[in-house]
């Protein structure tokens, strides 16, 4: 049987990787608030991340506090909370991901914006069109019907020479695709986070064991 030290040193151990992973999910949804004009949808969706990250990081410091000063009932209420926190974040995480295609669609929202600057102001898809290496909002189409032709930007090297240099595929799609492998990413990273904080709650059990039965000893 491990000794309470051990213990220590293994909970510890998953308290930073689990930290670390809490950080990353926090820092996703500030990153959508903070770099786009996110609609309810995409706002709810960042929200999400960051609750995630917020509560497990809490419960996390109460954790490490109750290990640290080996208290049974600390860390007793620890892994109860714990759990409870699982199962919000399950909950989270099982719409995160059942909805990751709606998430994607309403986050690509801000691209629209965009493409109405860009009728007023030419040069406003710019950024979009050398990132993605696409072309208007859904093709090409999109500049000739607004009587005007496609920028630099929508043929390939900005080479507009050559006809077969134009760039097809629409930004809207681009973008799109581009959330959705995000949401995808992060999404995986979340259950991770539950995945190792399930194994911390049975590392902690056993942390509590070992200290009841250190408390028993020092009564002999």
Not at 157 to 174: F, P, Q, Y
Request: with cysteine; glycine share 6%.
């Amino acid at each position: 049987m491990a000794s309470t030290s051990g213990y220590k040193v293994f909970a510890y151990a998953l308290h930073i990787l689990c930290t670390l992973l809490a950080l990353v999910l926090i820092s996703f949804g500030i990153y959508i608030l903070v770099s786009y004009d996110t609609n309810q949808i995409g706002s709810l969706a960042a929200y999400s991340y960051i609750g995630i990250g917020v509560a497990a990081i809490i419960i996390f410091l109460w954790g490490y506090l109750a290990a640290w000063r080996e208290n049974v009932c600390c860390t007793v209420t620890f892994i109860t909370i714990l759990y409870v926190i699982i199962i919000i974040q399950l909950a989270l995480l099982f719409l995160l991901t059942r909805s990751e295609s709606t998430a994607a669609s309403n986050l690509a929202n801000s691209l629209e914006t965009t493409w109405e600057e860009e009728l007023n102001s030419p040069g406003a898809m710019s950024l979009y069109e050398n990132w993605f290496h696409c072309c208007g909002r859904g093709s090409p189409q999109d500049y000739i019907v607004n009587e005007r032709l496609p920028p630099a930007t929508c043929f390939r090297d900005h080479d507009r020479s050559k006809a077969d240099n134009l760039i097809h595929t629409g930004c809207r799609v681009e973008f799109e695709n581009y959330w959705q492998h995000l949401l995808s990413i992060f999404n995986i990273i979340g259950w991770v986070l539950v995945a190792v904080e399930l194994i911390l709650s049975i590392v902690s059990c056993g942390l509590c064991n070992s200290i009841r039965n250190d408390h028993r000893r020092s009564f002999y």
